[in-house]
């Protein structure tokens, strides 16, 4: 099994740290001919959604990677990730990947003095810490989408068939369970 | 500052990593910024060419002047504040600023203290020469270093010069034994316990960008093959011919830093590359300000 991660900016290192803990093989997708390559399943990390969603398109992953979303490819998205796919964001015009059914509000919590450290409860996984770095969150979810978790009443975490959206950074603690989660995911394919 | 505070403006830091940081002194530089792709911006009134043209003393922007930068961009928002300014970093922390740079850019408001950065809620980002001054630096609380270059000349030399000397100096320190470390930290004048990360770890405790000369997509790659975590950019490009297509070029560049080929491409046509100065030709070395 190998997975690919999007290489372009952001913590994309600290999502390859977890899957090297975990004995997964991972590739960096950082161009086109980068896709060329063979993956069963996509992390998109955190980082500056503006940044990344510019990059995919002119270092033209954009496309290719959208159709392979759309068709099954297991995806993990995490903050900047979740922002990515949302079909819609309630303070922004330009989506990206548009393939989760979900109103995503960027920059939910503020400026930086609003980011902030919790344990929520996480699907069927328990109690999981949360860290959330001048996040977005789910405002709203298509009735098709299986809402994951909540902080406060907002959604912060999702599971549309193959595509799962988190607000926060799993990617930032030592709880791998997320990452199993979704490898399991992969694996099932 | 507690400890949770700390790893969240640590990891604020991470964000920003494969990124580059652009100076703007105006709500619409700061657009072209974002638009460019810049994964955060620094809010000053003169960039540092300028500041080193005008010469006299240079202090914090004008609050108001960061707020409308605040208000024209989603991605995080930086300013300076003097070396030892605390006053300063309160003011820009009431206005909810995302990171402070404690910078020898400006002024040095005391030259002997540096600010007590762990009484802050807001994330620091300090300057750096060597390891040892790094530490120092992270023990009074910063939560991302960068390299203190020699902003305003395009010169990238200095800037080369501390990576280097960093590089150098993380790897004295994994090498050394155990019972070495205490004598490494009394050397470098900091904790041991931050002598033993870098000695476990082969790295800084925080994020370490690249900054100051800068100037072109070959100099963003060449820092970024040197180690650096992400770079920032400040005079060089809106001091240059094209500032929006140079931009795009130094992001792209940081991307995509050991592909050559790629960065044949993007360093084509990008116009009149800042003028700069030679680190001889400068009468004023910021980088020895604060040790």
């Keep these: 099994m190998t997975i690919a991660v999007l290489a372009i900016q952001g913590a994309f290192a600290e999502h390859e740290a977890v899957l090297t803990r975990l004995g997964v093989d991972f590739i960096e997708l950082r161009q086109r001919r980068d896709l060329e390559q063979h993956y069963d399943g996509l992390i998109l990390p955190g980082g500056e959604s503006t940044v990344q969603g510019k990059l995919l398109r002119e270092l033209n992953l954009f496309d290719k990677l959208k159709d392979q979303i759309v068709k099954g490819l297991p995806t993990l998205a995490t903050c900047a990730g979740l922002i990515l796919l949302a079909k819609q964001l309630s303070n922004d015009t330009l989506t990206h990947f548009g393939t989760l059914p979900v109103t995503v509000k960027r920059n939910a919590y503020g400026r930086q003095l609003g980011s902030f450290y919790t344990e929520e409860d996480f699907g069927d996984l328990g109690r999981l810490p949360m860290t959330f770095i001048r996040a977005p969150y789910i405002e709203a979810a298509s009735p098709k989408v299986r809402v994951l978790a909540k902080v406060n009443g907002n959604i912060v975490g999702v599971k549309y068939i193959n595509q799962i959206g988190i607000s926060f950074h799993p990617e930032l603690n030592d709880d791998t369970s997320i990452h199993q989660m979704f490898l399991e995911m992969v694996y099932n394919q | ?291």
């Design chain 2, 1 to 291: 500052m507690n400890e949770t505070r700390y790893t969240l403006n640590r990891e604020l830091a991470q964000m920003l990593k494969g990124g580059v940081i652009m100076d703007v002194t105006t709500p619409e530089q700061a657009k072209i910024a974002e638009a460019a792709g810049a994964c955060a911006v620094m809010a000053l009134e003169r960039i540092p060419a300028d500041i080193r043209a005008a010469g006299g003393v240079s202090r914090m922007s004008d609050p108001s002047m960061i707020r409308g930068i605040q208000a024209a961009v989603s991605i995080p928002v930086m300013a300076k504040c003097r070396i030892g300014h605390f006053a300063e970093a309160q003011i820009l922390e009431a206005i909810e600023i995302d990171y402070i740079d404690e910078s020898e850019v400006l002024s040095p408001a005391d030259d002997v203290y540096h600010i007590n950065k762990r009484q802050f809620n807001v994330p620091f980002v300090c300057g750096a020469k060597d390891l040892g001054e790094a530490l120092r630096r992270i023990n009074e609380g910063a939560a991302m270093i960068r390299t203190k270059g020699e902003p305003g000349t395009g010169d990238v030399v200095q800037a080369v010069r501390h990576i280097r000397m960093m590089n150098r100096e993380i790897a004295k320190v994994v090498s050394l034994r155990d019972d070495e470390l205490y004598q490494e930290a009394k050397l470098l004048q900091v904790p041991y316990d931050l002598v033993s990360y870098v000695h476990k770890s082969g790295k800084l405790p925080v994020v370490n960008f690249a900054a100051g000369g800068i100037a072109t997509p070959a100099d963003a790659a060449l820092m970024m093959q040197l180690g650096a975590e992400g770079v920032f950019v400040g005079s060089g490009i809106f001091k240059s011919g094209n500032p929006e297509k140079r931009a795009q070029a130094i992001v792209k560049a940081v991307t995509n830093y050991t592909d050559a080929t790629m960065l044949a491409q993007i360093s084509s046509d990008l116009g009149e590359a800042m003028v700069g100065i030679n680190e001889q030709e400068i009468a004023l070395l910021m980088a020895e300000r604060g040790k």
